[in-house]
C-alpha cells in the first residue's frame, strides 16, 4: 500500500467541519455540539478488524523520528509484519523512554510487553464476547499501543482519575513501565479505585476519551454504543447500552484537568492525520480544535471557520509568560541538566530559543545543560512567538562532586501473607546507594509501608526514602493468600481448655464448648493415666455446658479460688504433671493432655515451661483437641504457661482468629469480581486455577457464604 503522512492542512480541516457553520449558536454548545459531531466523525469512518490494527499500528503509533521512511518505502509499503522489511520504533502509553534508544519496537512480544490499550475500556459499552469488534472496539483513535504491565494490570477497566497518598504502583524501572499509579479514592460521596498515567500521557487519554463521547453520542447498534463521561466514579461497569441509557466512565473533571496540563503536542496531530489519511477517514475534533472542549464543557462556542487550528508543527498562540524547571540547579563539572518550559496558558507554544550567558561555566542545546567549568551561567528560554517571553534558570557549577542519593533497595521481604494477618515490615531493610557509589543502611528513616491483608491476590507495596529533598522508591510484591488463614469456626467437639496441676490437691481441668449448640455431658468422661500406664481411672461427667462456657472439675480439697468457680469435685482428679489426662466422649478420645502409655519421667516440655506445678492454658489459636494419645506431647506448641496456683482463667476462655467466614468469603468474591477475576480475558486457565486453589483453602462455611 501507499502511506500517506501528510498532515492536512488549516483548509483542509475547516472545511471538514463545515457543516457546523450553518447550525445555531445553541447547537454548536454543549451536548447539542456532541450530538452534531457525530455525523461528521461517522460519515466516512472506515471500520477496519480487530486482527487488522496490529498493521496498522505500525504507521500510527510509530515513531516517525526514530523510524522515518524512504519515499520509495512510503509509496511500496508492506503492511503485513515483516522484521526484515520494517521493525519500527513505536510510542507506548505509560512507558517514560519513548523516543530513546531503550524505547519499545514493534517485534516486542505482543501481550507480554506491548498491548492493544482501550483508552475507553470495551466493558464500559462495547464489550465483545470474542475480542473486539468495530467501530468502537477498533476505532484508532482510541486503540493505542501501551505497555502490557500497566494495560493488564493496573489500568484494567478503571476509570482515570488522580489518586491521593496512598496506591499502587505496577511494573519496574528495569522495563520502563513504573509510570502509572493505582488507587481508590471517594469522590461525590461515591468510593471506588482510578489508575492515573504519567503527565506526559493525561492530555493524549482525555482527549481519546472527549473524542469518543462525540463519535459516539447517541446509539446506532451494540457495536456503536451510546458513550457519555461521567463527572465522578462510573460505579458499575456496563456491557452494552440502548438508545437511552448511555456507558459511563469517569472520571470528566479529572479528564478537563488533563486535557490543560498536557495540550496537543506534535505527536499528537501527526497521529491524527495518519489515522485520518491512511486508516479510518476520520479525526478527533477536540486535536484540531483544542478550545472546543471548553464548548462542550465550558462556556464557548464551536466555530469551525474562525476558531484556532493546531496544525502539526505549531501552535498559533503565544504564551503571555514562561516557567522554567527546575529554576535552579547545582552540579559539578561534566555533569548535565535538562531543562523544560512550560507555557501560560497551557494551550500556548512552548516552542523556545535557548542561551547561556556564560556558555564557559554552563552550556545549552534544546534545553540540555552541561556544566564545563566551575562558576555561575544564566541559562534563558525566549519565546519563538514573543522575544519578550522568558523564563531563567540559575546554574551553579563546583568542581567537588556532589553526592547524592541515586536509588534504594530492599532485603528481608516475605512474599506472602495470610488474609487477615498482620503483616510485620519489622525484618524488612532498606540501603540507599548514592552517585559515588557508596551505600548506607537507611531502615530506620524509611517510609514502610505494609500490604492491605484485607485483600487476596498480589500487591505492590510502596517503601520511600527521603534525603536532602530527593526522594526514591522501591517497592517489594506480596501474594495475600486464604492458605493458613486463620478463620473463626466453630469446633467439632468439646476440648481440653486448662489444666491446673498446683501445690498439694490444687488440681483441676477446664472444658471449652464452642460447638456452637449446648452440650450434655452424660456421655462423655474424663481418663487419667498415671506414671505411664496404659489403661485409667474413669471420672463421668454430669450436666451441660453451654455454647461459649466452660465446665470446671477440680479435686474436692483444692483451694476456695479452684471451688468458688467449679462445677464438679471428684478425688480422682489428682494427677501429676507426668499423669496423661484424656476427654472421652462416648468411647472416642477427643483430646489428651499428655502422651498415653509414656512416663516422661517428672513432666512433659522444657524448663521452666513444664507440666508441673504450672497452670496450663490453651492457646486462643486452637479449637480442636489431640485426638491421638499415644503421640509425642510437645506442651509448647499448644499451650500457654501460668504460675502454680493460677485459678483466675478457669472462669472462661477466649478463642481468637484474624477475620470471620464472612470476611473470607466477601475477601474471595471481590478476588474474582474486582481482583485477577477482572483481567481473566485471554487467560481464563490460569486465572481459573488461580481461584480454585484459593477456593480451596477457604474454610467450608466461608464457601458457603460465597456460593450464596
Known sequence: VSIDTTDASESTIRSYYSALNSLSTSERHGMNLLKNLKPILSKDHAVISYDATWSWFKITDRDWILSDMTSYELANYNLG????????????????????????????????????EHVWPQSHGFKASTGATGPAGTDLHHLMLGDSDQNQDAHNNLDWGNVGANYSTYGSAATHNNTGKRGTITYGGVTGEVYEPQDSDKGDIARACFYMAARYSSYTSTFDPYLSLLDGISGIVTQGSSSSTPATLGMLNTLLEWNTIDPVDDYEVHRNNLIDNNVQNNRNPFIDYPDWVDAVWGTATA??????????????????????????????????????????????????TWSSNNA???????????????GTATITATSTLDTNVKATCSITVSATPVITLSSVSLSGTTATATLGSTYSTLGISVTAHYSDSTTADVTSSSVINSPNTSVLGTQSVRVSYTEDAITKDAYYSVKITNQGASVQKLASDLFISEYIEGTSNNKALEIYNGTGSSVNLSTYKITVYSNGASTGTNIPLSGTVANGDVFVIAHGSANASILAVTDMTNGSISFNGDDAVALVHGTSVIDVFGQIGFDPGTSWGTTPNTTVDHTLVRKTSILTGDTIGSDAFVPENEWNFLAADTSTSLVTHTVVFDLTSTEQASAFGSYVLDGIGASAEGSCGSVFTELKTEHDYMVTSAKTLFAT
Open 303 to 352: 466555530n469551525p471557520a474562525t476558531d484556532d487550528v493546531r496544525l502539526y508543527g505549531e501552535t498559533s498562540t503565544a504564551p503571555t509568560t514562561l516557567t522554567m524547571h527546575p529554576s535552579s540547579a547545582s552540579l559539578t563539572v561534566g555533569a548535565t541538566e535538562n531543562l523544560t518550559v512550560s507555557p501560560t496558558p497551557s494551550s500556548a507554544s512552548s516552542s523556545v
Open 81 to 116: 509484519y515483516d522484521a526484515a522489511l520494517d521493525d519500527p520504533y513505536v510510542h507506548l502509553l505509560y512507558r517514560d523512554d519513548n523516543g530513546t534508544a531503550t524505547a519499545a519496537k514493534y517485534s516486542d512480544k505482543h501481550g507480554t510487553y506491548v498491548d492493544r
Open 360 to 374: 564557559s561555566v554552563a552550556s545549552v542545546s534544546s534545553g540540555l545543560v552541561t556544566a564545563n567549568a566551575a
